[in-house]
């Protein structure tokens, strides 16, 4: 058994299919199913079921554990060996929510390449709830995402920024709720949650409640204790924002991606709603103890942090 036979195991358990783990490794079927024989072979045990999809066996779920602590050591050790050569080399891959990544990535990545110009760049966009399982396997070394408490060992917490979340709506949605005939303001500032229930007849736009957004907006349902419709629920926020702007409800959201969905003028046209004292999400760079003391982790961070 070697590195690279343990480096399939894992692309094929996360394909479930011989044919796309092959394709994605960019190796024959017939190398691939080489590979996982002689570590089951070496085992003595089967680690496929072989049926559509490919299902892990008892052994298999077992072997998983092993080899993604494997896999990771041999990422950590490769990266420490280009390190100690002080080679500018290596792979780095940082997951982050699409909308997120596509907010604050890009100025990042540009001012990171003229320091790292060798380090390649991988972008795993996930759910925000995923980050802590996904840095915990070894699937990606920096997950940018919302925390609302503190990591305990083996993960490692860095801060990176504070955004604000506010309620979303259409005009019309307001005007024809609260039976207005014109607006005073399009800025409303909710001077205790329990104001929420001003909105008890207004539908809403909300993520799953695993989601920070998600367990925000019920805390305020249940604070202000009212029953509002519900009317789409899903992870994705460009999707709950376009429905927003649709006029389908109100959508909790942060501030920065609402404007990376919206041009200028369709966000200063909405009505917002603030909340006093402040609701906000705090967005952590997440990784594995020794992955934090990379040098190439620690100077992404710092240049994020400067952009």
């Not at 500032?189 to 329990?194: E, I, P, T």
Request: proline share 3%; hydrophobic share 45%.
């Amino acid at each position: 058994m070697n590195f690279t036979s343990v480096e399939y195991f894992l692309m094929l358990e996360h394909e479930r299919s011989f044919s796309r783990a092959a394709e994605r490794l960019n190796i024959s079927q017939q190398t691939l199913s080489g590979h996982i024989a002689g570590v089951e072979k070496e085992l003595g045990c089967r680690l496929f079921l072989r049926h559509i999809p490919l299902e892990l066996t008892y052994a298999g779920e077992v072997f998983l554990q092993y080899a993604r602590r494997i896999h990771r050591d041999d990422v950590d050790l490769r990266q420490t060996m280009l390190e100690i050569r002080q080679e500018r080399k290596g792979r780095l891959t940082i997951g982050i929510a699409s909308t997120r990544g596509r907010t604050v990535l890009p100025d990042i990545i540009a001012a990171y390449q003229k320091k790292w110009p060798h380090i390649s760049i991988v972008i795993r966009e996930m759910d925000n709830e995923a980050a802590p399982e996904l840095v915990l396997s070894g699937e990606v070394d920096l997950a940018v995402a919302a925390f609302s408490g503190s990591a305990g060992a083996p993960l490692v917490l860095t801060d990176f920024y504070t955004e604000e979340l506010i309620l979303l709506m259409q005009p019309e949605l307001y005007v024809a709720r609260f039976l207005l005939r014109r607006l005073d303001s399009r800025h409303i500032l909710l001077k205790d949650k329990r104001d929420f229930s001003l909105f008890a007849d207004c539908p809403l736009l909300v993520s799953p409640e695993g989601d920070i957004t998600g367990r925000f907006i019920r805390k305020l349902i249940r604070v202000s204790g009212i029953s509002p419709e519900i009317k789409v629920e899903s992870s994705n926020i460009e999707t709950l924002l376009e429905l927003c702007a649709r006029g389908v409800g109100a959508c909790l959201t942060p501030v920065n991606l609402a404007k990376a969905v919206f041009t200028k003028a369709q966000f200063e046209q909405m009505i917002q709603v603030h909340f006093a004292g402040g609701a906000a999400c705090r967005i952590c760079f997440a990784s594995l103890r020794e992955r934090s003391k990379w040098k190439m982790s620690q100077d992404f961070i710092e240049t994020a942090r400067m952009v």
